[in-house]
Every structure is written in structure tokens, then in C-alpha cells.
């Protein structure tokens, strides 16, 4: 069992940059691998970012990649969505999910995957 929290969201303009955290519970967190997922009004969840549980391997989606980077501290038990020149098509609901480590870090693309969700934290990018 592992309980995710997200924070960090709030509002920034356009070409800003917002650091969110993805806060887990549980002594066993560094088996876990993790993905962020956004939503936005009327819209289906979509992947943004995943990372292996050491860390060692990060994947994104298109529309992120060369802006946002995810990066972990498991001995703080946190993953990290650093978001850099933010657009306005980026603001959503973020979340962090969790799931059991995988070998193929292209299933961390899909929402189906995990197990595990946090409650998400509002970003808003004002044009």
C-alpha cells in the first residue's frame, strides 16, 4: 500500500516554471515506479512523465519532452515534475500515480497501469 500526495501547483504565466512533488507514504516507496498524468476541463487524463523506481530511466510524453523533467529522492520518499517554459495548453489537474516496478518502461505510459493515485494539485498558466 502507498499513499501519494501532490503539491507545488498554483497559477504562473506563460514561459514560467512550476516544481511539483509527489509525496508517498510507505516504507517500501523505492520499489515503486511512478508516472504523472494531467487533466484538464472535459478532457481525458494524459500521460505526462514516468520514472523507474531507481530512477535510472524517465520517459515523457511529446508535448512535455525538453520542458518538464522527473526526477525522485526516494530517501525522502518524493517524485518531482519540474516544469519549465509552461504553455497555457498545460494547465490541468496534475497527478502522481504508483505501481510495481516494470521492465518496460513504456508501460508507464498508460493510466490503466496503476494501482495507486494521488488526490492532484491544480497548475494554471495564464497566457
Known amino acids: 500500500q502507498v499513499q501519494l500526495v501532490e503539491s507545488g501547483g498554483g497559477l504562473v504565466q506563460a514561459g514560467g516554471s512550476l516544481r511539483l512533488s509527489c509525496a508517498a507514504s510507505g516504507r517500501t516507496f523505492s520499489t515503486y515506479a511512478v508516472g504523472w498524468f494531467r487533466q484538464a476541463p472535459g478532457k481525458e487524463r494524459e500521460f505526462v512523465g514516468g520514472?523507474?523506481?531507481?530512477?535510472?530511466?524517465?520517459v515523457y510524453a511529446d508535448s512535455v519532452k525538453g520542458r518538464f523533467t522527473i526526477s525522485r529522492d526516494n530517501t525522502k520518499n518524493t517524485v518531482y515534475l519540474q516544469m519549465n517554459s509552461l504553455k497555457p495548453e498545460d494547465t490541468a489537474v496534475y497527478l502522481c500515480a504508483a505501481r510495481a516496478s516494470v521492465n518496460d518502461i513504456v508501460v508507464l505510459t498508460f493510466t490503466s497501469a496503476y494501482g495507486y493515485w494521488g488526490q492532484g494539485t491544480q497548475v494554471t498558466v495564464s497566457p
Open positions: 520514472i523507474t523506481r531507481s530512477g535510472g530511466k524517465t
